[in-house]
């Protein structure tokens, strides 16, 4: 009770303001007050306003929270922002959002390619798909390729969901490199155009024997219908900088040496000639050429993010 009367008469009077030493020596021990980190305190509601808090100098805190008036040169010590380069923008921080509702779709996509495209071409027997050299047979195949677009879609729509990033700005987007852009058109029209001027030498005699035009298209028809869905897809998601333009030609690229595959095996009922399918052979080996530097690209722009990533 002592103390206390002595610190309030001594906070109520402005004249005396030091601590007397015995009580200093008592209360604190080894200690100067004038080191204590403590700053500032709230005066109780009945209190009335010490004379000392006033509004000038470089006092932290104004008003009745005032205990002590802070130096200009202890400003320094305290977490104050100096410039421009001391505030830091979160938005520019790379956040990680956790979406565990995309986690399903890393099997669910794969397996919609492999229902709608692998189990229809290797598993069901060629004879109860293919119905002979006529428009039906045709159709037949055309309609086991669009099976295999519609799956083609849904996975890359689902690749799509995944690796893009949700609220992504258009700066952060997938950007194309042009040269990839010009590689892929140049090998695309390549597969397109060659298999025409096949059948237009055929037509005009170069080429013998002749080759009918339905037998043509059962061969190749279903291959140069995809090859145009391909490139249409890969210049939508160019258009729309999607992240699966590295994985689309990848994904039509493997079906379609499948289906080059199945038209060697419909080339002996048909009856087509021997350059035909001399030239499906070839065919498929561009093609598996064509996705080998896929591969490599894939892994060439894997190691491309990866030192870009490094760089500060």
């Known amino acids: 009770m002592e103390k206390q009367v002595i610190l309030r008469s001594q906070l ?6 030091k601590v007397p030493t015995l009580l200093h020596r008592s209360a604190f021990p080894q200690t100067r007050l004038k080191n204590l980190p403590l700053l500032c305190s709230k005066l109780f509601p009945w209190e009335a306003s010490p004379p000392y808090a006033s509004t000038d100098g470089d006092s932290i805190i ?43 779709m890393w099997l669910l996509g794969p397996s919609v390619l492999l229902v709608t495209g692998m189990v229809p071409t290797l598993w069901l ?10 428009m039906a047979g045709l159709l037949s195949l055309v309609g086991l390729d669009c099976m295999f677009n519609l799956g083609a879609t849904l996975f890359l729509l689902m ?27 140049g090998a695309s029209l390549l597969g397109f155009i060659l298999p025409l001027l096949m ?3 055929s037509h005009k005699g170069s080429l013998q024997p002749q080759l009918p035009f339905v037998s043509f298209l059962v061969l190749l028809g279903p291959y140069l219908l995809l090859l145009s869905i391909q490139m249409l897809t890969e210049m939508l998601t160019w258009h729309w900088k999607s992240p699966v333009w590295l994985v689309t030609p990848i994904v039509y690229e493997a079906y379609r040496v499948l289906q080059l595959m199945r038209g060697l095996k419909l080339a002996g009922e048909v009856g087509a000639p021997a350059w035909m ?16 530097i ?15 990533q490094q760089q500060p």
């Open 12 to 17: 109520h009077n402005p004249g005396s303001w």
């Open 62 to 104: 104004k008003g009745n929270n005032i205990v002590e008036p802070i130096d200009a040169e202890d400003a320094p010590e305290f977490p104050i922002l100096q410039s421009e380069e001391d505030v830091i923008e979160m938005k520019n921080q790379p956040s990680v959002p956790q979406q565990p509702l995309k986690w399903p």
């Open 125 to 134: 027997p060629l004879s109860s798909v293919f119905l002979g050299p006529n």
């Open 159 to 185: 690749a799509d969901a995944c690796g893009r990033p949700k609220g992504m700005s258009v700066a952060h987007k997938s950007q194309v490199p042009f040269t990839y852009q010009l590689w892929n058109l």
């Open 199 to 201: 059948l237009f030498a």
């Open 277 to 292: 399918v001399e030239s499906i052979r070839g065919l498929v080996s561009w093609w598996v050429l064509i996705l080998g």
């Open 294 to 308: 896929q591969l490599m690209r894939v892994a060439w722009f894997a190691g491309f993010a990866y030192q870009a």
